[in-house]
């Protein structure tokens, strides 16, 4: 009995104390965890702002942006990546830095052609200073990057060698034969040309990724470790036919230095679609060269000059006033209408409608439409509006102005600016819009809205196929349609432009020769303009074809400066064997027409190895690639001449694959 009440009186001794370490123990937790919801609540913005906000950031991870192609698959621009080194010199261990630092030294001296003393000075420096994010050099493209990460030290990589690698991408035309005038650009605050136009397709989204503070103005990125991976853009297939864009800069080149012009302009719209399939703007810059810079095909609006005749008499056509059997009589080619002297530059006397278009008869356009509007100037007028001619064109590409032609509600009208309409005067239009009227008769009416894209693709796959948008379903009956191609065929014929007359292409077209600042003093300044389409009896293109300021003494005619350009180009971009055209201009192509043509070969990717695709065409290879799944980073344009990884290296899916081009 005194044994049990021993065993009990120890027992609940024991469990007293039990009791008691578990009361302390839960309410040293309690205050534990009160403490830590006491943190939670009110040192957060403290701990933030002193610790956090200060030692690390989110920092943008910039999105590759797309590809901009020409129609047939030709690299227009593209984004290459770069490589930033900085070298972490805190990580490098002292062994592997004193046993190596001389054979890197070297490697370094030949890369660069630096004396290896001079890179040694500088590491010792900084190792002292155990800089974490000195920056040894930016810029690199893939092949100077891949040597130098396999230096001695540098290959140990970032943990153990200190070398650190930022990646980012910059962007770079493919080719010289479209300039930044056409291509444009997008650096986030400017935008313009083809880049501006589709930049909402290329730029893609961001991304987001830490960065670590090594001082007070430089940040580190922590192993490239990404909060949000970017979506690169997607890519732009445009409506240039990179061939025919060729052709156009060659033959619009070679007439500006013949007669030591100014500038000029080259549009080529393809008739059943509205695509544009060239646009050239060259002017002289102050090293006499001719360059691409700005594009005046859509930002200056001109005053047309004899062009705009097509425009004033397709409108008395189609009203019923003039036919195929109205003539008028322009006299000596002088007549003065409402105090104003309206002159002709070829000949005089009877002229049938034809002739008029034919022989670019200001009187006889002047006659014609002043003798049945000028009582009623907004019947004629309302024409130009239901063709658009008073509305700025809705196309992608920023920066078209708005026409702008006199009415009768303008101070600036007098009884005298009808006539002046009638010949191209008292208007101001950019030639986009004058091309895609002329596009609108070759279609046999029909006006389709100028387009510059052709498709968007993404991984392969297409996003969006552009179709043609029609802006006018019915220009003009098809009797004033054909009156009015019959007689801009007589003028290539018979007319003004017959020297370029050919028997193995029937075109039609009308020239034009425009002065402008005519009221300033000085020699006068002429635009020469020639505006068609080709073949006549079943139209492919439309072409116009503008040149500034031409030197007068060498000639300033549309049928001298700006017709033989129009008939360069569609010889060279309709017929298998081009007519007069000199030898020299069918050799020294920066393109290489046959790279465009040959057949495409079967890439394949067997047993996870990489295949050998040095020598094939990158166009060609590329899709195929990202197709199969893989990333392709890409420079130049062309065949292949380096590829990364190496042939029977074992590559896996959405792995970088870095190909190098060249013509």
Same mark, same amino acid.
């Given at each position: 009995?005194?044994?049990?009440?021993?065993?009990?009186?120890?027992?609940?001794?024991?469990?007293?104390?039990?009791?008691?370490?578990?009361?302390?123990?839960?309410? /040293?937790?309690?205050?534990?965890?009160?403490?830590?919801?006491?943190?939670?609540?009110?040192?957060?913005?403290?701990?933030?702002?002193?610790?956090?906000?200060?030692?690390?950031?989110?920092?943008?991870?910039?999105?590759?942006?797309?590809?901009?192609?020409?129609?047939?698959?030709?690299?227009?621009?593209?984004?290459?990546?770069?490589?930033?080194?900085?070298?972490?010199?805190?990580?490098?261990?002292?062994?592997?830095?004193?046993?190596?630092? *001389?054979?890197?030294?070297?490697?370094?001296?030949?890369?660069?052609?630096?004396?290896?003393?001079?890179?040694?000075?500088?590491?010792?420096?900084?190792?002292?200073?155990?800089?974490?994010?000195?920056?040894?050099?930016?810029?690199?493209?893939?092949?100077?990057?891949?040597?130098?990460?396999?230096?001695?030290?540098?290959?140990?990589?970032?943990?153990?060698?200190?070398?650190?690698?930022?990646?980012?991408?910059?962007?770079?035309?493919?080719?010289?034969?479209?300039?930044?005038?056409?291509?444009?650009?997008?650096?986030?605050?400017?935008?313009?040309?083809?880049?501006?136009?589709?930049?909402?397709?290329?730029?893609?989204?961001?991304?987001?990724?830490?960065?670590?503070?090594?001082?007070?103005?430089?940040?580190?990125?922590?192993?490239?470790?990404?909060?949000?991976?970017?979506?690169?853009?997607?890519?732009?297939?445009?409506?240039?036919?990179?061939?025919?864009?060729?052709?156009?800069?060659?033959?619009?080149?070679?007439?500006?230095?013949?007669?030591?012009?100014?500038?000029?302009?080259?549009?080529?719209?393809?008739?059943?679609?509205?695509?544009?399939?060239?646009?050239?703007?060259?002017?002289?810059?102050?090293?006499?060269?001719?360059?691409?810079?700005?594009?005046?095909?859509?930002?200056?609006?001109?005053?047309?000059?004899?062009?705009?005749?097509?425009?004033?008499?397709?409108?008395?056509?189609?009203?019923?006033?003039?036919?195929?059997?109205?003539?008028?009589? /322009?006299?000596?080619?002088?007549?003065?209408?409402?105090?104003?002297?309206?002159?002709?530059?070829? *000949?005089?006397?009877?002229?049938?409608?034809?002739?008029?278009?034919?022989?670019?008869?200001? /009187?006889?356009?002047?006659?014609?439409?002043?003798?049945?509007?000028?009582?009623?100037?907004?019947?004629?007028?309302?024409?130009?509006?239901?063709?658009?001619?008073?509305?700025?064109?809705?196309?992608?590409?920023?920066?078209?102005?708005?026409?702008?032609?006199?009415?009768?509600?303008?101070?600036?009208?007098?009884?005298?600016?009808?006539?002046?309409?009638?010949?191209?005067?008292?208007?101001?239009?950019?030639?986009?819009?004058?091309?895609?009227?002329?596009?609108?008769?070759?279609?046999?009416?029909?006006?389709?809205?100028?387009?510059?894209?052709?498709?968007?693709?993404?991984?392969?796959?297409?996003?969006?196929?552009?179709?043609?948008?029609?802006?006018?379903?019915?220009?003009?009956?098809?009797?004033?349609?054909?009156?009015?191609?019959?007689?801009?065929?007589?003028?290539?014929?018979?007319?003004?432009?017959?020297?370029?007359?050919?028997?193995?292409?029937?075109?039609?077209?009308?020239? &034009?020769?425009?002065?402008?600042?005519?009221?300033?003093? &000085?020699?006068?300044?002429?635009?020469?303009?020639?505006?068609?389409?080709?073949?006549?009896?079943?139209?492919?293109?439309?072409?116009?074809?503008?040149?500034?300021?031409?030197?007068?003494?060498?000639?300033?005619?549309?049928?001298?400066?700006?017709?033989?350009?129009?008939?360069?180009?569609?010889?060279?971009?309709?017929?298998?064997?081009?007519?007069?055209?000199?030898?020299?201009?069918?050799?020294?192509?920066?393109?290489?027409?046959?790279?465009?043509?040959?057949?495409?070969?079967?890439?394949?990717?067997?047993?996870?190895?990489?295949?050998?695709?040095?020598?094939?065409?990158?166009?060609?290879?590329?899709?195929?690639?990202?197709?199969? &799944?893989?990333?392709?980073?890409?420079?130049?344009?062309?065949?292949?001449?380096?590829?990364?990884?190496?042939?029977?290296?074992?590559?896996?899916?959405?792995?970088?694959?870095?190909?190098?081009?060249?013509?």
């Amino acid at each position: 009995m005194q044994k049990q009440n021993e065993y009990d009186n120890k027992r609940k001794k024991t469990l007293r104390w039990g009791y008691l370490f578990a009361v302390v123990a839960l309410c /040293v937790f309690v205050m534990f965890l009160t403490r830590i919801v006491i943190l939670q609540n009110t040192n957060v913005q403290e701990i933030k702002d002193d610790y956090i906000n200060k030692n690390y950031r989110e920092a943008t991870l910039k999105a590759a942006r797309g590809n901009l192609f020409a129609s047939d698959g030709s690299i227009l621009a593209t984004t290459v990546m770069r490589y930033d080194i900085y070298l972490d010199f805190k990580t490098m261990k002292d062994t592997v830095y004193s046993n190596n630092i *001389g054979a890197l030294t070297d490697s370094l001296s030949k890369m660069f052609g630096k004396p290896r003393g001079e890179f040694r000075k500088k590491f010792d420096e900084q190792r002292k200073k155990k800089n974490q994010y000195y920056t040894l050099v930016k810029g690199l493209d893939f092949d100077q990057y891949d040597r130098l990460r396999k230096f001695p030290i540098f290959k140990k990589g970032k943990n153990k060698g200190g070398f650190i690698v930022d990646r980012n991408y910059k962007r770079e035309l493919a080719t010289s034969e479209i300039g930044a005038g056409t291509i444009g650009m997008d650096n986030g605050e400017f935008s313009s040309g083809l880049e501006g136009a589709f930049s909402k397709y290329l730029r893609g989204t961001d991304g987001k990724r830490l960065e670590q503070r090594i001082n007070s103005s430089q940040w580190k990125p922590i192993d490239f470790w990404k909060v949000q991976e970017p979506v690169d853009g997607e890519d732009v297939y445009t409506t240039l036919d990179l061939r025919i864009q060729d052709i156009a800069h060659s033959a619009l080149q070679k007439q500006l230095v013949n007669f030591e012009a100014k500038h000029g302009t080259v549009i080529v719209m393809e008739v059943e679609t509205g695509k544009v399939r060239a646009m050239v703007n060259l002017r002289r810059n102050d090293d006499g060269e001719y360059v691409d810079s700005y594009n005046y095909a859509l930002k200056d609006n001109i005053e047309p000059g004899s062009t705009f005749k097509t425009i004033s008499l397709l409108a008395a056509m189609d009203d019923g006033f003039i036919d195929e059997n109205t003539t008028v009589d /322009v006299g000596n080619g002088i007549w003065v209408y409402a105090k104003q002297r309206i002159s002709d530059g070829h *000949g005089g006397g009877t002229y049938d409608i034809s002739d008029v278009l034919a022989k670019s008869s200001n /009187v006889g356009s002047a006659k014609l439409i002043t003798k049945y509007y000028a009582e009623k100037p907004q019947i004629f007028l309302d024409h130009l509006r239901r063709w658009k001619l008073f509305d700025k064109m809705d196309i992608e590409l920023p920066g078209i102005t708005k026409p702008k032609i006199l009415t009768p509600e303008s101070k600036r009208w007098n009884a005298a600016t009808l006539a002046s309409i009638a010949y191209g005067y008292s208007t101001n239009i950019n030639l986009l819009q004058l091309t895609t009227f002329y596009n609108g008769v070759a279609n046999k009416g029909k006006m389709l809205k100028p387009l510059f894209i052709d498709k968007i693709m993404k991984d392969g796959k297409v996003m969006y196929n552009a179709k043609p948008e029609v802006m006018v379903s019915r220009m003009a009956s098809d009797k004033a349609v054909n009156m009015m191609t019959h007689a801009l065929t007589k003028a290539v014929e018979k007319g003004t432009a017959k020297s370029i007359f050919t028997p193995n292409l029937k075109m039609a077209g009308k020239t &034009g020769t425009a002065r402008f600042e005519y009221w300033l003093p &000085g020699p006068m300044k002429y635009r020469s303009s020639f505006a068609g389409f080709y073949p006549a009896d079943n139209p492919k293109y439309t072409c116009y074809v503008m040149i500034s300021e031409p030197n007068t003494s060498k000639g300033f005619y549309g049928a001298t400066v700006a017709a033989p350009v129009f008939k360069e180009i569609a010889g060279k971009t309709f017929l298998k064997t081009p007519q007069n055209i000199e030898r020299e201009m069918l050799v020294d192509k920066k393109v290489n027409l046959n790279k465009m043509v040959e057949p495409n070969v079967k890439v394949a990717v067997n047993n996870k190895q990489m295949p050998n695709v040095v020598g094939l065409i990158g166009k060609n290879v590329i899709p195929q690639l990202e197709n199969l &799944g893989y990333r392709v980073d890409f420079k130049g344009v062309g065949r292949i001449k380096e590829q990364f990884p190496l042939e029977g290296t074992t590559i896996s899916k959405n792995q970088r694959i870095y190909l190098s081009l060249q013509n």
